[in-house]
């Protein structure tokens, strides 16, 4: 490859660059399976191949591979969930408020509501309704282990 090729294309690419690594740096730290190594190799080679494309299509694309990344932490969620049942506990707060922690995912809530605010590994991946399996029997399990009052 010619040098001054690259050097053009770095300099008239630079923001589509910069926010390539900005991805692959998060898939990178967050993601702990093979599968970020897929999604930073669908990064690297789309930048490789990139050329010409509007700002418009980067948007959808970084909001793909966002799309996909929180659909990859949901499903490691759901699965450590599983696997960390036993290890869960249930601190009820006031107004029916709980809070159910384990290693790696905290869920937050209130009996008043169908809904828990789920933290995975420290990253907020959103509010999810009770009526997932896997939750249902994560919350009742963390019930069953140790109830402790909420701070």
């Known amino acids: 490859m010619n040098i001054e090729v690259i ?7 630079w923001l589509v660059i910069v926010v390539a690594l900005i991805i692959l740096f998060f898939v990178l730290n967050v993601v702990k399976t093979m599968l970020k190594w897929a ?3 669908i990064i690297i080679a789309a930048l490789l191949i990139y050329s010409g494309i509007s700002i418009e299509q980067i948007k959808q694309t970084v909001t793909d591979v966002q799309s996909s990344t929180m659909d990859t932490l949901k499903k490691e969620a759901t699965s450590i969930m599983l696997k960390e049942a036993s290890k869960a506990t249930y601190a009820a707060g006031k107004n029916g408020e709980f809070t159910i922690t384990s290693p790696n995912v905290e869920l ?4 008043k509501s169908d809904k828990v605010d789920v933290t995975f590994r420290g990253i907020s991946v ?5 009526d997932n399996d896997t939750i249902r029997t ?3 399990q963390a019930q069953k282990n140790k109830t402790a009052p909420a701070s």
């Open 7 to 13: 050097k053009e294309f770095v300099m008239q690419n």
């Open 39 to 41: 999604i930073a190799i």
């Open 108 to 111: 937050k809530g209130s009996t």
């Open 126 to 130: 959103g509010e999810w309704k009770l």
């Open 138 to 140: 994560f919350v009742e």
